[in-house]
């Protein structure tokens, strides 16, 4: 099921979801690129972010959401950033006409069922010495995903929630390191446990269904498109998430997972 992006609701915690992209380029090491690719772009500021740090390079930002990419567009307005529709489960990088020297996929291949084979290709297609980064929330057991599914279990709407919810999920971070070892990378990977304080001056009601609003939540919303129904399971959903994530003083902290994982293309074979 492709699920409809809102830019708006999704550029709510902007600072919160811009720190694991920075954390995860800060580890590519690349001095210069000719060619860098954003998969999963989203509505556009990251991808502007990758323009800036590479001037002299071409940046490609792929999304198969016409609202990311409107939203994106018009953050552009040097028209800095190719922007692509296209849906990456059958994307072909041999459209770009050039091996990337950096390619970049940030929260996004959760979205994707059977990425691991996708992410070995898009690494084989990179040009000697070029970068893949990666990062993934690892957060399916948490319980603002677990919570989501229990509130679904209980709606009278739960047959037709079942297949919205069932998520391409993420491999363990090994498999990610054994993929890109595998493809020719010297691989460099990790996990955090951001802790978000979200909405320190307490202006929201529930701001983590405001975040999951923007991301998880968004195919069972689709979903329920009875007014009554959806507010049925907001309330209950939303009431969950309160006891789960009191607020305290300093605000309402989400604790969030994360796989990182960055891989060099290595020049040669290696020995053995
Ligand atoms: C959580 S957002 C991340 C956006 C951006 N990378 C960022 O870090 O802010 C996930 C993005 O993946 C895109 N996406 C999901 N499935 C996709 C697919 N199969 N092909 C292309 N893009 C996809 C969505 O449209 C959305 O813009």
């Known amino acids: 099921m492709s699920t409809r992006w809102d830019p708006e609701q999704y550029a709510r915690f902007a600072d919160h979801r811009a720190r694991p992209f920075v954390d995860l380029l800060s580890r590519v090491g ?46 552009d307005r040097e028209r800095r950033v190719e922007w692509v529709e296209a849906d990456l489960a059958t994307w072909d990088s041999a459209g770009l006409g050039a091996a990337a020297d950096v390619v970049v996929t940030n929260a996004t291949l959760q979205w994707l069922p059977q990425h691991l084979p996708l992410v070995g290709r898009w690494v084989g297609a990179l040009a000697p010495g070029g970068w893949f980064a990666m990062q993934v929330p ?3 057991g948490a319980p603002s995903h677990r919570l989501m ?36 990378c010297d691989v460099d990977a990790w996990v955090t446990e951001y802790q978000h304080v979200l909405d320190p001056l307490g202006e929201q009601e529930n701001p983590v269904l405001e975040w999951v609003r923007g991301t998880g939540l968004r195919p069972v919303l689709e979903t329920l498109t009875d007014p009554a129904e959806r507010d049925a399971f907001l309330t209950d959903y ?35």
Request: aromatic residues 4%.
């Open 30 to 75: 690349a001095g210069s690129a000719g060619l860098v690719v954003d998969l999963g772009c989203g509505n556009g500021p990251l991808t502007l972010s990758l323009a800036r740090r590479w001037p002299d390079a071409r940046v490609v930002g792929v999304d198969s959401s016409p609202q990311m990419l409107d939203a994106a567009r018009s953050l």
């Open 138 to 140: 690892d957060n399916f």
């Open 149 to 184: 599914r229990e509130t679904a279990a209980d709606h009278p709407a739960r047959e037709r929630l079942r297949e919205p919810l069932r998520r391409a999920g993420v491999a363990d971070i090994a498999r990610y390191m054994e993929v890109l070892d595998g493809a020719g």
């Open 238 to 272: 939303g009431s969950r998430l309160h006891t789960a994530y009191p607020r305290s003083a300093i605000g309402v902290v989400l604790p969030f997972r994360r796989l990182f994982a960055v891989g060099r293309r290595r020049a040669t074979r290696r020995p053995g």
